[in-house]
């Protein structure tokens, strides 16, 4: 493991140099930090305006932040040709895709981290100190974390064997549907008047796609009418769901890569 965290730490140092991630993270940062002037434009409440705001931003911007980051990462090293130097140490190829995926990993997890203080300081400007409310708000940058490693992964395993353009593309797609899609296919495989091309149809996309839509967990945040029967419990279900399947990208990845030809 000696290999792999000296690769992630590598690659951390370079995802914190590069300018458009720089440039991203400024940008939902900076729209986090003029949220609470943005919530008196609604008639709504400004608590639930304001949570709204604060964790779309969070979860649109990291989202973006980990496309950008993967899609680059395999293309970028065979393309500068660095990969060789790096292979012809003691350095097995699934070690170095396991040590890009933890740096991208941790560089996810410095920019959320700071996009999440920003939010604590958004929300105690707007809502003053109530530690119940902020750690329940937590609750979601901790679940979007889980979700933007899932996608780290998908964007990793597409990074094996396309380009990086058309990566950022298949990516964002798995991404929206996994999103916005999900329930939609779920709801067609529990209608008894769905054809049965339908539900094969349905059933082959939620069992190859990642549910993303598992981790967006803010709707019982921003309406506290919204209960979650087992919270923990589903919490726990959710992350080990995320694990799972990450742990299967990086598998398949790695079976994809060790049968290129660099």
């Not at 409440?45 to 989202?63: D, G, K, Y």
């Not at 549907?177 to 939609?184: L, Y």
């Not at 309406?223 to 979650?228: A, L, S």
Request: a positive charge; aromatic letters at 12%; proline letters at 3%.
């Amino acid at each position: 493991m000696k290999q792999v965290w000296a690769i992630a730490t590598t690659t951390l140092g370079e995802a914190i140099r590069r300018r458009v991630l720089l440039v991203i993270l400024l940008v939902g940062v900076a729209f986090i930090a003029i949220a609470p002037g943005l919530g008196v434009l609604s008639a709504r409440s400004e608590t639930t305006v304001l949570r709204s705001m604060l964790l779309s931003i969070i979860q649109l911007t990291s989202a973006v932040i980990a496309v950008v980051l993967t899609v680059y990462m395999i293309p970028n090293e065979i393309e500068r040709r660095t990969i060789y130097t790096i292979l012809s140490k003691p350095v097995h190829r699934w070690q170095f895709l396991l040590g890009k995926y933890f740096g991208a990993v941790l560089a996810l997890m410095v920019m959320m981290a700071m996009m999440t203080g920003v939010l604590c300081l958004a929300f105690f400007v707007q809502q003053g100190y109530r530690a119940d409310g902020l750690t329940q708000l937590l609750r979601a940058p901790i679940m979007f974390f889980v979700q933007m490693c899932l996608l780290a992964a998908v964007g990793v395993f597409f990074s094996t064997f396309v380009t990086p353009l058309v990566n950022f593309f298949l990516s964002g797609a798995v991404y929206l549907v996994g999103t916005t899609f999900s329930s939609f296919f779920e709801s067609m495989l529990n209608n008894p008047s769905s054809s049965n091309i339908a539900k094969i149809i349905g059933r082959l996309v939620n069992t190859l796609l990642p549910n993303f839509a598992y981790y967006n967990v803010q709707n019982p945040l921003i309406n506290p009418t919204v209960v979650i029967q087992d919270e923990t419990q589903n919490y726990i279900k959710i992350v080990a769901y995320g694990v799972l399947y990450i742990g299967v990208l990086l598998v398949a990845g790695i079976l994809v890569f060790d049968r290129r030809e660099v």
